[in-house]
DNA sequence: TTGTACGCGTTATCAC
DNA sequence: GTGATAACGCGTACAA
């Protein structure tokens, strides 16, 4: 910057200043900054920036999975106001293990994020103690809860367990199962979906749980044993629609008719369900508007903007196709 | 740091070189600065560490996108062993745009990553410049050229082409179609694979280009239009497993079996692919392994260790299952 | 509108 | 094994 701030004849404060508050320069001043800039290709070093600032122009986001579309999706939704509010993302991947979470979280808020975006509600004691000490605003996402560290922008697991328990009660099924990874979100749907279906007399719901990441093998996989188990006429509650395609797979190569012999939920929305054959019968989430408000929330904070609603309930929706 | 000094006895110098030098401080020394920094819940300023020792343990990855979960992968592959060696992964979305990509890397550079993963071989001059200038370890991946910018670890577009058309045209298939997305990787594989036909006396390949992302509901719309122009008796060229299952589903829904009326074969050999029904010929790309080596090759610059391969050219296996 | 002086929190160097 | 000191490259209050 010094040597820029030479070539144009000017100090270096005015340099920054033309980088930064480009309306503080006069015109001439700083076209000629500009232009000595990319001669030199002088690239800014944020690192010393941030120092001096106290401000990182960085956002930590944690996500359970990189490789699990549906959080790919909500953090691209959420980058994007970010990025062009010039902030960038640095992203963490954290698995569904609360002790990991702690780690990452220590590490990530060493880069002293300006703000941070976590993937649910529930933390270790330590974490949201380390959370709470960096004093950056927090937006919790992928659930609801009266009590959020800052902000929250979800919906409630709860809800949709029960409200698809009814629904599909209503509806006339009175025989479920359930296909589930072993997620603690998918876990809290699933205990208020047998819940529900308790109070209503149905007791014996058969569950067919997959280890860790959710795709079609293990839906297949899940499906096959519940087949094997002499399942039928039933009404299967998937914990994803990637796993419900499995599940509608495994039906297709056994001769299964589906929903004439069984009937599949899915959950997410993602944008395949609507293009199976037959097409899914899912419970919609609207990651983007989690991902467009989860970043609007963040960026009112960092403009000192007062943010109104601290709990933003996005709600659901059982959008019914064809395969239930 | 400094008040963790004062609470243990010690020098700020001293807590540094504990947390970063260990072996180089005493015990017990040692054993009280760690119990007051779990006290007080110390968090170290990377920002400044970085300022100082010009290292920012930070590692930038340019992906054209972040849902296209190929990419995902390969970078989840790629954090882990950085990861453990102590860097973390500072992600840039980038489309398939060259000049999006350019201004990206000014930003992404700016925050002085240590090494940076770029996906694919072509970058604009300008890019190329600010890339070399930082004078960092650099790998590009998912093509190979003799001439990287430093390493580079992927496989030949053109040789998936090429050994695609040879392979089938030798099966006795002699009618080829094409979905593709507008990807500039799948196009140089298309032109190869068509070049290698027309050497055989095939011109007529019909071509259906859906626009920008891969998934489901396109490769269907690709597929419909295919279908609708009365082709048949084809093989059809996917440039992903996606788009493939998409082709796949929209010949189930038409009655058109595979693959007595038509072959598929997808790209990538993503899970899914050996799941679906019938299940997907595609091209197998390792991505774990790309992932694996470009980390390795970064961690060996890193360490200043030599790197002795600069072009890793990892191959790719043709897949047969039973959709051709 | 521009420049001066200082400090941000850490690490490298050198001395002890 | 430990401590003092000087950078690292920039932003900002304040002065001009």
């Known amino acids: 910057m010094e040597s820029v701030a030479k070539l144009a004849g000017v100090a270096p404060t005015t340099v920054s200043r033309a980088l930064n508050h480009p309306d503080k320069v006069a015109q001439k001043t700083r076209d000629r900054i500009t232009q000595v800039i990319q001669q030199t290709g002088y690239v800014p070093n944020l690192l010393a920036g941030g120092l001096a600032s106290n401000k990182s122009r960085l956002i930590a986001v944690i996500v359970p999975s990189l490789v699990n579309i549906v959080y790919a999706e909500t953090i691209q939704h959420f980058a994007k106001p970010m990025k062009e509010a010039g902030y960038q993302v640095l992203q963490g991947e954290v698995g569904y293990d609360l002790e990991e979470e702690e780690k990452l979280i220590a590490a990530v808020l060493s880069r002293r994020p300006d703000a941070i975006f976590l993937t649910g509600i529930h933390h270790s004691n330590n974490c949201r103690r380390q959370l709470l000490a960096a004093n950056i605003p927090i937006v919790e996402t992928w659930d609801v809860t009266p ?15 029960k409200q698809t328990a009814d629904f599909f009660y209503e509806k006339g099924y009175r025989k479920f199962a359930i296909v589930s990874a072993e997620d603690h979100r998918a876990t809290l749907r699933n205990a208020s ?17 997959v280890p860790g990441i959710s795709n079609l093998e293990l839906g297949r996989h899940a499906a096959a044993k519940l087949f094997d188990e002499g399942l039928h006429d039933s009404l299967i509650f ?23 012999d069984i009937s599949i939920v899915g959950f997410g929305d993602q944008n395949f369900a609507a293009f199976t054959y037959p097409a899914l019968t899912t419970v919609r989430i609207d990651r983007a508007t989690m991902g467009r408000l989860s970043a609007n929330a963040l960026l009112c904070r960092l403009n000192n903007v007062d943010v109104t609603e601290k709990v933003i309930d996005l709600g659901f929706e059982i959008v019914v196709r064809d395969t239930a």
């Open 238 to 260: 998937c914990s994803s629609d990637t796993l419900a395609h499995g599940v509608l797979t495994e039906a297709q190569v056994r001769g299964i008719s589906v929903p004439e």
């Open 147 to 161: 009590t959020p560290l800052d902000i929250v922008v979800g919906f409630s697991q709860e809800a949709v367990g």
């Open 193 to 209: 979906f047998k819940k529900t279906l308790a109070a209503k007399g149905i007791e014996n719901v058969a569950v067919s749980i």
